[in-house]
């Protein structure tokens, strides 16, 4: 089992951005898919692949934003770039023991508790 803590978020302007990290202990994450999902209803962000080679995103923050890992320090980020109202939310990290890009949160079995991120306009 691997424990999740998120970090990162804040209050922000539109235009502006953010760095959000995931770092993971109990378990090596390197053989975790690991992925970036908000509020409401746990929608999906971002995911990579164990070596992180491969990447998703959902459609709405493609272009802006950017998911990356470093697995010697067991640790995901979440660089968010040209952030916009609408991306406020909680932003939760999630593992997946699957090599896979999933994008559903049901195929994510460990969770953080999310970090609060706010974007003024």
């Known amino acids: 089992q691997v424990h999740l803590v998120e970090s990162g978020g804040g209050l922000v302007q539109a235009g502006g951005s953010l760095r959000l990290s995931c770092a993971a202990s109990?378990?090596?994450?390197?053989?975790?898919?690991m992925a970036w999902f908000r509020q409401t209803a746990r929608r999906f962000v971002a995911a990579i692949n164990w070596?992180?080679?491969?990447?998703s995103y959902s459609d709405s923050v493609k272009g802006r934003f950017t998911i990356s890992r470093d697995n010697a320090k067991n640790t995901v980020y979440l660089q968010m770039n040209s952030l916009k109202p609408e991306d406020t939310a909680v932003y939760y990290c999630?593992?997946?023991?699957?090599?896979?890009?999933?994008?559903?949160?049901?195929?994510?079995?460990?969770w953080g508790q999310g970090t609060q991120v706010t974007v003024s306009s």
């Open positions: 070596s992180g080679n491969s990447t």
């Open positions: 999630a593992a997946d023991h699957e090599d896979a890009l999933d994008i559903w949160p049901e195929d994510y079995a460990e």
């Open positions: 109990g378990r090596a994450v390197s053989t975790y898919t």
